[in-house]
């Protein structure tokens, strides 16, 4: 009888949705930058700040993707 693995499509399936899932925020977050700027009275320095936050709290989900995907493989 075969080992049990879990199965790995599953996990392509979903790696594969969460990187479609950051490029629709990326998109999301630089068509509406002018916008955002608009509103909030806001220079592009200023606004660039939106863009840094969004970046880095991509940054920290990966990481903590990541150890989840190590853990499912070992």
């Known amino acids: ?3 049990s693995e ?5 996990v392509v399936i ?4 969460a990187a479609l899932l950051q490029l ?3 998109s ?3 068509v509406t930058l002018t916008q955002m700027m608009g509103n909030l ?4 320095g200023d606004i660039s700040w939106v863009v840094t936050g969004v970046w880095c709290s ?3 989900n990966d ?3 990541g150890m989840v995907e190590f853990k499912i493989w070992t």
């Open 1 to 3: 009888m075969a080992k």
């Open 6 to 10: 879990p199965n790995k499509w599953i």
């Open 14 to 17: 979903t790696v594969v949705s």
């Open 24 to 26: 629709i925020d990326t």
């Open 28 to 30: 999301i977050v630089n």
């Open 41 to 44: 009275g806001a220079s592009l």
């Open 58 to 60: 991509k940054r920290s």
């Open 63 to 65: 990481y903590f993707i």
